[in-house]
């Protein structure tokens, strides 16, 4: 059996579970490298921890984010375990250490950011600006995953009751807030699509449901003519930091439990994180300088 004969196995296995399409995606996107490097057609009772550790070692040696890294090599350990498992190898993949991402603090967008992150959504075709500017908007403002926006129907969208009906993480559905302006460029988009044959509110330049990939691709380009950084990632955390300080401001409680349904967390103990950042910046933005306070410094 080959590597690829492996890992075809593998989609198969993943497919007879439910995984949905979307998913799959994002499997394939974090192991064809790792195919490429060792090669499709390699006997995979040749494969050797040495190679894997080889194809590793060249992750660092690219421009890839630490959080990028630990992803390819958590997906990697996946598949190795299902290998192993079912053909057997020389070594143990469980023996992969996942490294560990670095917490860093999410920048939270001011106005002028968000502005300039919208006017930077360009393109020569109208249509894709207004559905690009359509996608940033529902990440930013209702903290949709990227997977979430791809799986996203007609008929999840409700403009009278200003609510979307998210398919998340394991078949899990719940209802998000559909803000005005984001109604606003849903609304562009429609009228300028030039299809509507589809049943996802989104897609590509074909007309077929877009891909999580070309969500990466736009999102990836639109981070580097930017001053700041920005991801799909950094948009949702943006959501729900926002939602805890608008919530203290306006002098209501924040309830981690109703963040965690509207971000679509498996556990509290994730949404109790974003809510730790949204504190420290309300704290920060709260506080009051003590030398400022005194007279008489030099």
Known sequence: M???EAYDCYVFSKRKKGLKITSLDDVDYCLRGFIRAVGADLDIQKLSQRMVDDYIMSLYSKSLAK??????????RLFLMFVNSHYGLSFSPETIEIPKSPKKKVRLYSASDVVLIFK???????WITARNRAIIALMLDSGLRQCEIVSLHYSDISFSASQLRVHGKGDKERYCLLGNISARYLREYFVLCPYSNNDYVF????????TGN?????VSRLASSLPFELSSH???HNFATNYVIQKSESGL???????KLLMGHESIVTTEGYIHCAMEALAVKSSISYLDSLSGLP
């Open 120 to 126: 930077s959504i360009t393109s020569s075709v109208s």
């Open 67 to 76: 959080a990028t890294i630990a992803t390819y090599i958590r997906y990697l």
């Open 2 to 4: 080959t590597v690829f």
């Open 203 to 210: 897609c590509s330049d074909d007309g077929s449901q877009i």
């Open 214 to 218: 070309a969500i990466r691709i736009f």
């Open 234 to 236: 950094k948009l949702r």
């Open 253 to 259: 409680q924040v309830d981690a439990y109703t963040l």
